[in-house]
């Protein structure tokens, strides 16, 4: 009898272990995310430049200056603005896992690559809305879109027991297919820019509006 329990306090106590190792593995996974997201960002607003005056300033020379620089500033409302969609979408997948694994760590450093591309693809932009820039930058968003529903179809597949328990098949739904549905609006974007690079950038811009109203429909219905 006292080697049965000997045994299975050793078994709690390698399963606690166990636990929690996972879950300091887990909260290393999120903060290095996070800090990925956060250095995109910062990096965006590096790249924003004091617009320069020649001879005496005045408001209406700095006016003149700030215009010229409109498209950085358009860039970096772009792509601030996608970077939060990323960020809210990533939040929202990683609030349903408890565990990571290996195989999860993998795809989520495959995220963060497109991430860390997002300032460069927005100093491509900085060259003009020509159409081989639009497509670059679309071609990030689009990876980092389907990243995200590919990690969640990784966490949620049952052989691998990441997720919390309780999540509805509604949701299950809606987060597998939420990346997918982002990555096709970005392909739309590119063919966008054959006929006007401004209707390319107005369907980026549609991305979060989308995801709010197809995340109000599902909240109600899972």
Request: net charge positive.
């Amino acid at each position: 009898m006292g080697g049965s329990g000997s045994t299975v306090q050793t078994l709690a106590k390698n399963s606690a272990e166990g636990d929690d190792r996972r879950a300091k593995s887990f909260d290393r996974l999120m903060a290095l995310s996070d800090g990925i997201f956060a250095f995109a960002i910062t990096l965006l607003a590096l790249d924003l430049v004091t617009p320069v005056i020649v001879g005496h300033p005045s408001d209406a020379t700095l006016f003149v200056a700030l215009t010229k620089e409109g498209r950085s500033f358009l860039g970096f409302f772009v792509s601030f603005w996608i970077i939060s969609t990323l960020w809210q979408w990533h939040q929202r997948i990683f609030s349903y896992i408890k565990w990571s694994d290996l195989g999860l760590i993998r795809l989520n450093l495959v995220l963060l690559f497109f991430v860390v591309l997002i300032p460069f693809a927005t100093r491509v932009l900085n060259y003009g809305f020509l159409r081989l820039a639009l497509d670059v930058f679309a071609m990030v968003f689009i990876g980092a879109s389907l990243m995200t529903s590919i990690i969640w179809k990784y966490a949620s597949s049952q052989s691998h027991h990441l997720l919390c328990e309780g999540v509805s098949q509604k949701t299950n739904e809606w987060l597998s297919n939420r990346g997918f549905i982002s990555a096709a609006i970005f392909v739309l974007s590119i063919f966008l820019a054959f006929v006007n690079p401004y209707l390319t950038i107005a369907c980026w811009l549609s991305v979060l509006p989308i995801a709010f109203v197809l995340d109000r429909r599902y909240s109600k219905t899972s």
